[in-house]
């Protein structure tokens, strides 16, 4: 099993940066790709950025593409986002997802395909 706890959420405004972190516990031995999704009020969830276990591949939505920024460090087992140039429309519950087997990252945007999940982070932006 692995758990994931996710931080670094908040209220800022429109056009501020936020970093926010997703830490593994458990059998991180067994975790390969790492992503993060986020979902709005009254909308579903979708996806925002995946990362291999590497870091070599990423892959990100166009809705985040050139102000999100994703990375990892296996030693601390935690995944980071970076968010830049925020938006009203980013406001959402931003939730990190691993998987236990490997695939592809540019297959990476479905969240079927991710075996855990983690409680969930709230960032609002203001205009």
């Known amino acids: 099993q692995v758990q994931l706890v996710e931080s670094g959420g908040g209220l800022v405004q429109a056009g501020d940066s936020l970093r926010l972190s997703c830490a593994a516990s458990?059998?991180?031995?067994?975790?390969?790709?790492m992503a993060w999704f986020r979902q709005a009020p009254g909308k579903e969830r979708e996806f925002a950025a995946a990362?291999?276990?590497?870091?070599?591949?990423?892959n990100y939505a166009d809705s985040v593409k050139g102000r999100f920024t994703i990375s990892r460090d296996n030693v601390k087992n935690t995944v980071y986002l970076r968010m830049n140039s925020l938006k009203t429309e980013d406001t959402a519950v931003y939730y990190c997802?691993?998987?236990?087997?490997?695939?592809?990252?540019?297959?990476?945007?479905?969240?079927?395909?991710?075996?855990?999940w983690g409680q969930g982070t709230q960032v609002t932006v203001s205009s």
């Open positions: 458990g059998r991180t031995d067994s975790v390969y790709v």
């Open positions: 997802a691993a998987a236990k087997t490997p695939f592809l990252v540019f297959l990476g945007g479905s969240g079927g395909r991710y075996d855990y």
């Open positions: 990362i291999s276990r590497n870091g070599g591949d990423i």
